[in-house]
């Protein structure tokens, strides 16, 4: 099956500083991407929609510019988390579709940030 | 809007037993259907997928699931448990391909030997 790498796998950052989380599809191109976020024992929640060549696609209460997404190519999403505060640390996690007719997701392995 | 359910956080049965992971899902149109495992720390794995012909499913590790349109479920199953199916199931929907998934809360499954 198609493959998405995440990078980093892990981050420790201070509160304040910025930090940068790359998705990539590894063996297919992909002009659309998802970004999820998971809290521990808690589920998936959809964060933004990320197009390439356009603007992410934001969800209801996620602050765009706390979270800045670049989909500057077909194999490479980023996610910017801006001036981390402890409250962001999570599990953040890709997806991308690929399949016949896309109608199946393909996840990365996911990063966890966690902020001091 | 869709929506997952999944009833019972945490499902425990012991090493050779059946296994039943319940899932409801509400969706206005004909759905695609998910299951997927995560193990501690690790991304998401898929173990099945229903987009559309036969209801009942088969996936990796033994496990499959049907789709009942008029109970608008999607159960998994597994005949019988192994200790390595100790880990956290999600089921997720969505209504059209290439689009996001919404997941449900998840089970967490554990196996007692």
New interface residues.
């Given amino acids: 099956?198609a493959v998405v790498s995440?990078h980093p796998s892990r981050v420790i950052c201070k509160s304040g500083t910025s930090v940068k989380i790359e998705c990539r599809s590894l063996d297919f191109q992909a002009t659309?991407m998802?970004w999820y976020r998971q809290f521990p024992k808690?589920?998936?929640?959809?964060m933004a929609?990320s197009n390439e060549g356009s603007k992410a696609t934001y969800e209801q209460g996620v602050e765009k510019d706390k979270f800045l997404i670049n989909h500057a190519s077909l194999t490479l999403s980023t996610l910017t988390v801006t001036s981390a505060h402890p409250e962001d640390s999570s599990?953040y996690?890709c997806?991308a579709?690929q399949g016949v007719?896309?109608?199946?997701?393909?996840?990365?392995?996911?990063t966890?940030l966690t902020v001091l | 809007a869709q929506s997952v359910t999944q009833l019972g956080s945490h499902v425990s049965v012991s090493e050779g037993a059946l296994v039943l992971l319940r899932c409801n899902y509400s969706s206005s149109v004909p759905p695609?259907l998910?299951w997927?495992v995560q193990y501690p720390?690790?991304?998401?794995?898929?173990l099945l997928?229903y987009?559309t012909g036969a209801t009942l499913v088969k996936g990796i590790n033994g496990f499959e699931a049907e789709f009942k349109k008029s109970e608008t479920s999607f159960h998994l199953t597994k005949p019988s448990a192994h200790m390595s199916d100790a880990a956290e199931y999600?089921c997720a929907v969505s209504d059209q391909?290439?689009?996001?998934?919404?997941?449900?809360?998840?089970t967490t499954l554990s196996v007692s030997s």
Wanted: glycine share 14%; no cysteine; aromatic share 22%.
């Fill in positions: 099956g995440q659309t998802f808690k589920s998936l929640m959809l929609t599990f996690i997806s579709p007719l896309y109608n199946e997701q393909f996840f990365g392995p996911g966890r | 695609y998910f997927y720390n690790q991304g998401l794995q898929l997928k987009t999600f391909a290439g689009t996001a998934l919404i997941f449900g809360k998840g």
